[in-house]
């Protein structure tokens, strides 16, 4: 019996030493030549196969589904079902494990996860996948710097300040405690006032203005290294009872640490964020905040947060962070008199890593904008491009004038592009779809795409050239090989290839549907409450819409890190055996969905 079967692969990395055990006793090696069929359509198989080396292609009919390599798993649902629905054929000589019947029977009914993942659809596959993901998020966080958590500004007065004063410095930085220093002492000493004493300040009955901040200042400070870690700087604070320590590398005070802003940290680091966000009174402290939406994003994913919560997050902070730059940037007349919205994946609330610009800026019917719209719009597209957002190439962006108009004309454009539908028409009509608003009167932009489904009838043809591009990658026959290293580039580009597909063609079944949601997920479940999509293909259009989400910001991350530009490819030779089996699923699902939407919209007549 083989001693070197891989337990490190999926299913099997779930077993049990037991059940590993079990595997051992009951396994043996085939070898098929080049050519020959493994498993016949029909067949009763009596073993699972995991292939050592070589491929196997799976056929219904003349159609290739799939091919598998070396560790990967076939055909457990065959083995569960007692006939196997496809053949299976040898491209090149296979050398396999055989797994006898009997023995994948025990496995399953011993361990349900192992089952699972073995013979289940994508959807039970990645629940199953979920509940055994171990969640070391809070441990991760707590064994981060202090420095990478959010200190805030350190404001500091003289001891002889009355109080008065203070509080309105409370006001002014939104602060709740200063930092004293007495230069009466021998040496200077430094100390800490916070709201707390304010409280004690008031109870005394003497008016702030007549105290010091000095006499209610308690000047044994408890402080951290911005080095340190963030469990350590909060097991100070529990230590001695306070609230906050202050974060010094020998006399220099980088600021003060707030327990509240710990917790925050350990629960989620998007609250940070919002409150730097919020706080920001220059691009500058915008663009500091825009860096630590991608760390965020990168400690979440590392940490197994779900990529829908990820984005979800993502949605709202880059929304935060795009109304308060041009809040900064635009007059407040402009602000109240026009909407400023986003589009593409970040209009979807889909956009994980920082992507191209593409927004839009609706203006009041019968408001003038000022002489300087131009210039203003153009600091706007160039301080996201400093936050790490670079211009979109076909200038969708407010710096373009047509993507700055009326609520009417805004109106005419979109109509406009429906009744003519050029190629470049039908994809900004696709972008404009995605459109959600970060600033300013929403209801704007509501006119426009209110006028765009009062047009949006059941015309047959503008919706089939709409949805034609579906397929504007080409054919995707022979992704297989890629996904296993046997083309040219052992690069999937996922967007192309999945992403975009399922994307558009949801865009499009719900242009056809005349509704109103934006998100992928959102039409998908609107979709099935309509009856339009069945129950199960809407699940599985989901789940592989968040799995290749994931995946595509796993390379992303790992080109980051590299200092390489992203490029949305995946290098398959680099997947486990586990997701290289999942992201078979995912392209067959989006398969199936082509399918429907040539059938939906008749699209081999075109």
């Not at 308060?324 to 889909?350: K, Y």
């Amino acid at each position: 019996m083989p001693n070197a079967f891989n337990f490190s692969t999926s299913p099997f990395d779930c077993l049990t030493l037991q059940e590993q055990r079990l595997v051992r006793d009951s396994v043996d090696v085939a070898y098929y030549p080049e050519g020959q069929t493994i498993l016949e359509v029909g067949a009763a198989p009596t073993h699972l196969f995991v292939i050592i080396k070589g491929y196997v292609t799976q056929y219904e009919g003349d159609e290739v589904v799939t091919t598998y390599g070396p560790e990967d798993t076939f055909d457990g649902r065959g083995l569960v079902a007692g006939k196997t629905s496809s053949r299976f054929v040898a491209v090149e000589e296979v050398v396999a494990y055989q797994l006898a019947r009997q023995t994948v029977t025990d496995l399953i009914a011993d361990n349900a996860t192992f089952g699972a993942l073995l013979f289940s659809d994508l959807s039970q596959k990645l629940s199953a996948l979920s509940q055994r993901q171990s969640q070391h998020e809070l441990q991760s966080l707590t064994l981060s710097r202090v420095d990478e958590a959010f200190v805030r500004p350190a404001q500091t007065v003289d001891a002889d300040t009355d109080l008065l004063t203070v509080v309105r410095l409370f006001q002014e930085h939104r602060t709740s405690n200063v930092l004293v220093r007495d230069t009466l002492s021998e040496p200077v000493r430094l100390g800490i006032f916070t709201a707390t004493a304010l409280q004690r300040a008031i109870l005394l009955g003497v008016p702030l203005a007549q105290q010091k901040v000095g006499d209610l200042t308690r000047y044994a400070l408890i402080t951290v290294r911005p080095s340190d870690q963030v469990g350590d700087a909060l097991a100070m604070m529990l230590k001695h009872r306070v609230h906050r320590v202050v974060v010094a590398e020998g006399e220099r005070i980088h600021g003060v640490l707030e327990a509240l802003d710990v917790f925050s940290f350990l629960s989620n680091h998007s609250h940070l964020i919002t409150v730097q966000v919020e706080a920001a009174d220059t691009l500058d402290a915008l663009a500091q905040a825009a860096i630590l939406i991608t760390r965020m994003v990168t400690s979440l994913f590392r940490s197994g947060t779900r990529v829908s919560l990820i984005a979800r997050l993502v949605q709202d902070l880059n929304a935060r962070l795009f109304e308060r730059a041009w809040q900064l940037i635009a007059p407040p007349d402009l602000v109240a008199n026009s909407c400023l919205f986003v589009m593409g994946s970040e209009g979807r609330g889909e956009q994980l890593l920082k992507t191209d610009q593409d927004n839009g800026l609706v203006l009041r019917d019968g408001y003038t904008p000022p002489d300087n719209l131009d210039a203003i719009c153009q600091a706007f597209s160039a301080a996201l491009g400093t936050f790490g957002y670079p211009e979109c190439p076909g200038r969708i962006m407010v710096s373009n004038p047509m993507w700055r108009k009326s609520a009417t004309e805004f109106a005419q454009m979109v109509q406009q592009w429906l009744l003519m539908p050029d190629p470049d028409s039908l994809m900004n009509l696709a972008i404009f779809l995605d459109a959600h608003a970060v600033c300013g009167d929403a209801s704007l932009l509501a006119q426009a795409r209110q006028a765009l489904m009062r047009l949006a009838t059941d015309n047959d043809a503008m919706l089939a050239r709409f949805a034609s591009a579906i397929d504007a990658f080409g054919n995707s026959q022979g992704w297989w090989n890629r996904l296993l290293g046997l083309g040219e580039s052992t690069g999937l580009h996922i967007k192309k290839e999945g992403l975009f597909p399922l994307v558009h063609g949801v865009r499009s079944m719900a242009l056809a549907e005349h509704l109103s949601e934006t998100s992928t997920a959102a039409r998908v479940d609107a979709l099935v409450a309509r009856g339009v999509l069945s129950l199960e293909l809407g699940a599985d259009l989901t789940q592989s819409l968040q799995f290749l989400m994931g995946l595509k910001l796993k390379a992303g991350l790992t080109e980051l890190e590299t200092q390489r530009p992203v490029s949305g490819a995946v290098e398959v030779t680099k997947l486990s055996s586990l997701e290289r089996d999942l992201l078979k699923d995912a392209l067959g699902v989006v398969k199936q969905f082509k399918a429907l939407m040539h059938y939906r919209f008749k699209l081999d007549a075109l």
